[in-house]
Each structure stands twice: as structure tokens, then as C-alpha cells.
């Protein structure tokens, strides 16, 4: 990390602002790994010293992390390396709730794993050379028992080496945490196209739709620091009785849920 004003000045072109510099290098590191999921950061004083900036450049680059949700704030503790966990999961990564609109933890029933080659359109996605190894699995996502989403998930073999049907089985919480503690892989953002469709025969008769239902599907790259694809997900929702629910620019569930690392497991 820098340790001196005048090498993070010299870096800048004038035209990119200093926080942004200080959000680059702090993201950078933890990219590296300098801190580890959970752990505290410095403190703000000490973080300027380090980038030789002043406390508000610092506090700024660090509330921009924070509103990411790569940081969380915890009054009178610090600022920690977010964990990905039930809370995180349900307010910043699921958003298929019922219709009363309250957010729910699906339960996950593992169908099926194996492992393949990526397709030119996955390799693409997901920054591969072409036939690169890949590990496939699909979840079944149930709601108070109701069939609510089927998830079929590409992840790439190098992310996950020694990924079998038994460490998914037996994950504590959330894919997104295994990623993180099992592997180092931290997703911290997400990109999302949806569109509505007729379900195929197979699709409708897994989420016990009637033939022919109408179904969403969305279309999740899963994006870790500096934008590098982990995942590719494709999910079909059953709108029958639940529906797509985002809270654009919304902050709940942001401070405690994004420092949560407990609760059952899900997609």
C-alpha cells in the first residue's frame, strides 16, 4: 500500500479525484487479501497516515466501500471486511419475496452437480478460454415449502478446485460465503436481466406449475472486486404467489446484514 502523500499524488492525472485513488487501493487490497472476511480495518487516522491523506478524503473512499456493502460500520467497533451470510444473502442478493412483500430465507434442495466445459457464450461471461473447465449445479429454492426458484450455476473450476456434491450438501450458510471463506472469492456486486417466459415442460413440472406457466427468469453475472465474473446464474421463478421485489438506493439491511455470517443456508 502507499505509505507517502507525494507517490498517490504523483499517481493522479488531475482529473481523478483523491478518494477515488485512496477507493482504488483500498480495494485493492483487499482484493490481495490483507484483511480477511470479518476483520477490522485500521482505524481512519491510522488508514490516512498510511495514504497520507486527510481523515474526510479517507472517510470518503471508506463510504463509498460501506454503500457498496464491501465495508460494514459497526457503532463503537470499527469498519470490518463484510461476510457474506444469511442477512447479506436476503437483503443485497435475493429478491424474490412473497406478496405480503416480507423477505424470507429460501431453503436450498440441491438436484444435481457436475463438472464440464464451458460453452463459447459461458467462457465469454465469465473471462475464459474457450472449453475451460467448469462446475455446474443447480438448487431448487423453497419458500414455506413452496417451490419458488430453480437456479442452475456455472462457476469456473479454477475458483473452486475442489468443489464436489458434498461440500455443497454440507456448506454451513450461503454459496457467496463458501466462495468467501473456502476460497477467498468475495462477490461483491451483481448484474441482473430479467425477462418473462412461458416455463418449459421440465421447469414448470420442478416449480409444480401448471404447463405452459408463465415464469421469470433472471439472468445473474456474480462480479468480484475490479469486476472479475465468478459466477453465472440463470434462475426461474415461479410468480404464482411470489414476485421480484428491489429497494433501489434502499439501505435496510445494509449495517447489520452486511456483517452477518449466521443463519441457515441458502442458493
Same mark, same amino acid.
Given at each position: 500500500? %502507499?505509505?507517502?502523500?507525494?507517490?498517490?499524488?504523483?499517481?493522479?492525472?488531475?482529473?481523478?479525484?483523491?478518494?477515488?485513488?485512496?477507493?482504488?487501493?483500498?480495494?485493492?487490497?483487499?482484493? @490481495?487479501?490483507?484483511?480477511?472476511?470479518?476483520? &477490522?480495518?485500521?482505524?481512519?487516522?491510522?488508514?490516512?497516515?498510511?495514504?497520507?491523506?486527510? $481523515?474526510?478524503?479517507?472517510?470518503?473512499?471508506? #463510504?463509498?466501500?460501506?454503500?457498496?456493502?464491501?465495508?460494514?460500520?459497526?457503532?463503537?467497533?470499527?469498519?470490518?471486511? /463484510?461476510?457474506?451470510?444469511?442477512?447479506?444473502?436476503?437483503?443485497?442478493?435475493?429478491? %424474490?419475496?412473497?406478496? @405480503?412483500? #416480507?423477505?424470507?430465507?429460501?431453503?436450498?434442495?440441491?438436484?444435481?452437480?457436475?463438472?464440464?466445459?464451458?460453452?463459447? #457464450?459461458?467462457? /465469454?461471461? *465469465?473471462?475464459?478460454?474457450?472449453? !475451460?473447465?467448469?462446475?455446474?449445479?443447480?438448487?431448487?429454492?423453497? $419458500?414455506?415449502?413452496?417451490?419458488?426458484? *430453480?437456479?442452475?450455476?456455472?462457476?469456473?473450476? =479454477? $475458483?473452486?478446485? @475442489? +468443489?464436489?456434491?458434498?461440500?455443497? =450438501?454440507?456448506?454451513?450458510?450461503? $454459496?457467496?460465503?463458501?466462495?468467501? %471463506?473456502?476460497?477467498?472469492?468475495? %462477490?461483491?456486486? /451483481?448484474?441482473?436481466? +430479467?425477462?418473462?417466459?412461458?416455463?418449459?415442460?421440465?421447469?414448470?413440472?420442478? *416449480?409444480?406449475?401448471?404447463?405452459?406457466? &408463465?415464469?421469470?427468469?433472471?439472468?445473474?453475472?456474480?462480479?468480484?472486486?475490479? #469486476?472479475?465474473?465468478? !459466477?453465472?446464474?440463470?434462475?426461474?421463478?415461479?410468480? *404464482?404467489?411470489?414476485?421480484?421485489?428491489?429497494?433501489?438506493?434502499?439501505?435496510?439491511?445494509?449495517? &447489520?446484514?452486511?456483517?452477518?455470517?449466521?443463519?441457515?443456508?441458502?442458493?
Amino acid at each position: 500500500m %502507499v505509505t507517502m502523500a507525494a507517490p498517490l499524488a504523483a499517481a493522479l492525472d488531475g482529473t481523478t479525484p483523491l478518494y477515488r485513488e485512496v477507493k482504488r487501493l483500498l480495494t485493492r487490497a483487499l482484493a @490481495d487479501g490483507r484483511w480477511a472476511p470479518g476483520e &477490522a480495518l485500521p482505524s481512519e487516522s491510522r488508514l490516512a497516515a498510511t495514504f497520507g491523506v486527510s $481523515i474526510g478524503t479517507l472517510r470518503k473512499a471508506v #463510504d463509498e466501500l460501506v454503500a457498496e456493502r464491501v465495508l460494514v460500520r459497526r457503532q463503537g467497533s470499527g469498519t470490518f471486511v /463484510a461476510t457474506h451470510g444469511a442477512s447479506r444473502y436476503l437483503f443485497h442478493f435475493f429478491h %424474490v419475496v412473497p406478496e @405480503d412483500g #416480507d423477505r424470507v430465507l429460501p431453503e436450498p434442495e440441491l438436484l444435481a452437480f457436475e463438472r464440464g466445459r464451458a460453452t463459447p #457464450d459461458e467462457a /465469454a461471461k *465469465l473471462g475464459l478460454a474457450a472449453g !475451460e473447465r467448469v462446475h455446474r449445479f443447480s438448487n431448487l429454492l423453497r $419458500i414455506a415449502g413452496a417451490a419458488v426458484a *430453480l437456479d442452475e450455476i456455472v462457476l469456473p473450476h =479454477r $475458483i473452486a478446485p @475442489d +468443489l464436489t456434491e458434498r461440500v455443497l =450438501r454440507e456448506r454451513a450458510s450461503t $454459496i457467496y460465503h463458501l466462495y468467501q %471463506v473456502r476460497y477467498g472469492v468475495n %462477490v461483491v456486486r /451483481a448484474v441482473e436481466r +430479467l425477462r418473462a417466459r412461458i416455463a418449459a415442460r421440465a421447469e414448470a413440472r420442478t *416449480l409444480e406449475l401448471e404447463p405452459s406457466a &408463465a415464469v421469470l427468469e433472471i439472468r445473474r453475472l456474480a462480479l468480484t472486486y475490479h #469486476d472479475r465474473p465468478v !459466477e453465472l446464474r440463470r434462475s426461474v421463478v415461479n410468480t *404464482l404467489h411470489h414476485e421480484y421485489f428491489a429497494d433501489i438506493g434502499g439501505i435496510s439491511g445494509t449495517s &447489520a446484514g452486511a456483517g452477518a455470517d449466521t443463519g441457515a443456508g441458502a442458493a
